[in-house]
Antibody, heavy 121, light 111 residues
Framework: EVKLLESGGGSVQPGGSLGLSCEVSGFTFANYAMSWVRQVPGKGLEWVSGISASGGKTYYADSVKGRFTISRDNSKKTVYLQMNSLRAEDTAIYYC??????????????WGQGTLVTVSS | QSALTQPASVSGSPAESITISCTGTSGDIGYYDYVSWYQQHPGRAPKLMIYDVSNRPSGVSNRFSGSKSGNTASLTISGLQAEDEAVYYCASYSNSNTLVVFGGGTKLTVL
């Protein structure tokens, strides 16, 4: 059974930093791209960042470029999202998602349960 | 404002069929065959229902089907059931700076 377990969410002040982790099991992690997708409660989905299976290529939404960094450790079966210079508009549930193939596309076949990030003073 | 345009809501009676549209541009839906659809029930994570325009993941009912014409993708649900009531999102690979774009979501009500 595929499982994705996010951790690291919480509350932070504007301008602060937070790091998210997503530990996976049930599939060969090193073969698949991973992404982070966020959702403001009650609103729609927004793709945030993606990373190729090898970790060699990373991609970001314009809204987070230069502030967020995605990375992965295939030996630990974990993907990370380091979020710096956080803004109120970054407040959302952050989902860790597995892609269907080795390079990020939009075929997210497995989702974590989500972790809430709140940016507020 | 979402990059892909979906109707805010659709409705149908049990056993009927409904179609949800998702309109993009020549830089996303119109160019790539990487279109996916997600179902989200309240308080739950989204679930992949269709990928690569028209493919169903294992375990997804064959009542769900996808298609694409030009810059518009569509999700059709036939034989509506009460448990189909949810919000549906489309997504597409894009050649813009943002690699993946989502639609704003469509609330399906089963009457």
């Amino acid at each position: 059974e595929v499982k994705l377990l996010e951790s690291g969410g919480g509350s932070v002040q504007p301008g602060g930093s937070l790091g998210l982790s997503c530990e996976v099991s049930g599939f060969t992690f090193a073969n698949y791209a991973m992404s982070w997708v966020r959702q403001v409660p009650g609103k729609g989905l927004e793709w945030v960042s993606g990373i190729s299976a090898s970790g060699g290529k990373t991609y970001y939404a314009d809204s987070v470029k230069g502030r967020f960094t995605i990375s992965r450790d295939n030996s630990k079966k974990t993907v990370y999202l380091q979020m710096n210079s956080l803004r109120a508009e970054d407040t959302a549930i952050y989902y860790c998602v597995k892609d269907h193939v080795w390079s990020p596309k939009c075929n997210f076949d497995s989702w974590g349960q989500g972790t809430l990030v709140t940016v507020s003073s | 404002q979402s990059a892909l345009t979906q109707p805010a809501s659709v409705s149908g009676s049990p056993a009927e069929s409904i179609t949800i549209s998702c309109t993009g541009t020549s830089g996303d839906i119109g160019y790539y065959d990487y279109v996916s659809w997600y179902q989200q029930h309240p308080g739950r994570a989204p679930k992949l229902m269709i990928y690569d325009v028209s493919n169903r993941p294992s375990g997804v009912s064959n009542r769900f089907s996808g298609s694409k014409s030009g810059n518009t993708a569509s999700l059709t649900i036939s034989g509506l059931q009460a448990e189909d009531e949810a919000v549906y999102y489309c997504a597409s690979y894009s050649n813009s700076n943002t690699l993946v774009v989502f639609g704003g979501g469509t609330k399906l009500t089963v009457l």
